[in-house]
């Protein structure tokens, strides 16, 4: 027998539901309840709780996806489940096309070492909060660099503060003597070694980073991987990643002829050298490495995060890493896994065309002001009037808040954010803080908004800019 399931809806998207789903065609059957509002966005848990009568003889309930409340309180009222679907209609098929196929993102078998390049600079204590820091944004091992000719006289108090602290600790130099001296302190990996210095690996427990002898000389890392191999210590392998027109294209051929030469080793990539010296949005660059890895079994990375426009690079490494390792598992093409990655565009960023929105207009009966965006532009809309422009500047002589200031700064604040949205290609929703992905932290927002937007259980509370301004 086939599901039954209710969906709940508000007066304005009653027809445009009923279309959707005549159109979805779908295996379950459905009823469609209109709860007696004229915005479905606005329904709450209670306001179910109170209004719904009969649940149709339904298996579960949907309801619009940024319905507030307390929903599993609600399912326990109703004796059946409630869940939030899309926030947006147009997004049921996907949202019912992808329900049973979510990937799974927790998964994955990439370590990333997050260098702190400034370490000798750095007291322990500041060591410290860049450590903090690369483990809440997913890093593995915490990479300590060294400078040339810079002292770094706390170098052990640094390995051992962090190893306190329950990090790993890697340690990167070119002199050797840092390399035993970190060794010694109880680092767990060491970049890195070469053919000539495998006598440090002698001295000291830590697993070694290899290297080339000189730079793109693969014979010289088979020998230093054979040397490892005759010590019967555990190795990483690193071929060395170039720079874009500083032989990149060569230096991912050496990547995969050391997969070739060597099936069965820990390979190594510095993706820093394509996030730091591309000026261009490092997402999308750590995607592509990221992919590389995945298919050459390549399990660890270094990252860094120098440049300020890389600032965000270990938190990227992160859910690339994720996305990647779900797509392989599924045998699936990097689509549809999640959209962290996509900071700047969206899939789908204007789910209703202006027509449909103007069908809207028509039906509100209120002063409130809407706003909506379209490929064509942004629309704020009353009872009163309907009004489109690329430009908010070109909106404010037609919205009558020439008195109100609160609702004037209101107004402002939300038409900035949907042209944003609509030059870039996001999705905007009134009153929502616009989704980066992983380029912000979700604390990052510190709008009452935005916090309340995180917790669908919460609700809003009521904005100061849209009170009734009080006498002239």
Same mark, same amino acid.
Request: glycine share 8%; aromatic share 6%; net charge negative.
């Given at each position: ?175 050797? #003597? +840092? @390399?035993? *001296?970190?060794?010694?302190?109880? %680092?767990?990996? &060491?970049?890195? /070694? ?122 990227? #490494? +992160? @859910?690339? *890493?994720?996305?990647?390792?779900? %797509?392989?598992? &599924?045998?699936? /093409? ?132 849209? %009170? ?5």
């Amino acid at each position: 027998m086939a599901e039954h399931i209710l969906f709940l809806t508000g007066k304005l998207a009653e027809k445009q539901l009923h279309r959707i789903l005549e159109e979805m065609a779908p295996e379950f059957e459905y009823t469609v309840h209109q709860l007696g509002l004229s915005v479905a966005a606005l329904m709450t848990a209670d306001m179910i709780r109170r209004r719904l009568k009969d649940t149709y003889g339904a298996d579960r309930i949907l309801v619009p996806g940024r319905c507030r409340g307390d929903l599993e309180t609600l399912s326990q009222d109703l004796g059946l489940p409630v869940e939030r679907g899309p926030e947006e209609l147009r997004d049921l098929p996907e949202f019912f096309g992808r329900a049973a196929r979510k990937p799974d993102l927790s998964h994955y078998d990439l370590r990333i070492f997050a260098e702190i390049v400034d370490a000798p600079n750095l007291d322990v204590d500041g060591i410290l909060r860049q450590a903090a820091d690369y483990r809440n944004h997913g890093a593995d091992v915490i990479d300590i660099g060294c400078l040339p000719a810079t002292p770094f006289p706390h170098l052990e108090a640094a390995i051992a503060a962090l190893k306190e602290g329950g990090f790993q600790v890697s340690v990167d130099s070119l002199e050797t #003597a +840092d @390399l035993v *001296r970190g060794g010694g302190a109880g %680092a767990d990996y &060491l970049l890195s /070694l070469h053919e000539d210095s495998l006598w440090v690996a002698d001295q000291v427990a830590s697993t070694p980073v290899l290297i080339p002898a000189r730079h793109g000389d693969l014979d010289s890392l088979d020998r230093a991987v054979a040397g490892m191999r005759t010590r019967g210590k555990p190795f990483l392998v690193d071929p060395i990643l170039d720079p874009i027109h500083f032989g990149f294209a060569d230096s991912l051929v050496r990547y995969h002829e050391t997969r070739r030469r060597h099936p069965d080793v820990e390979i190594m990539m510095g993706v820093g050298n394509l996030t730091e010296l591309t000026h261009a949005d490092t997402a999308g660059i750590n995607a592509m490495l990221l992919g590389v890895c995945s298919e050459l079994g390549i399990r660890a990375i270094l990252a860094t995060q120098v440049s300020k426009h890389a600032r965000r690079a270990v938190a990227e #490494a +992160d @859910l690339a *890493r994720r996305i990647m390792h779900a %797509a392989r598992e &599924l045998d699936a /093409l990097p689509k549809h896994m999640g959209d962290g990655l996509m900071a700047l565009h969206e899939r789908a960023p204007f789910p209703y065309s202006e027509a449909e929105i103007r069908e809207l207009a028509q039906a509100i009966r209120d002063p409130s002001y809407r706003i909506q965006i379209s490929a064509e532009g942004v629309h704020i809309f009353n009872r009163d009037g309907f009004h489109s422009a690329t430009d908010p500047f070109q909106l404010y002589p037609s919205l009558g808040v020439e008195h109100d200031g609160g609702h004037a700064f209101y107004l402002g604040v939300e038409l900035a954010r949907a042209q944003i949205a609509w030059q870039l290609g996001k999705r905007y929703a009134q009153d929502e803080a616009l989704d980066w992905g992983c380029a912000v932290d979700p604390q990052d927002s510190k709008s009452s908004e935005a916090d309340s937007a995180a917790d669908p259980h919460t609700y809003k509370p009521a904005g100061t800019t849209l %009170a009734k301004p009080t006498g002239d």
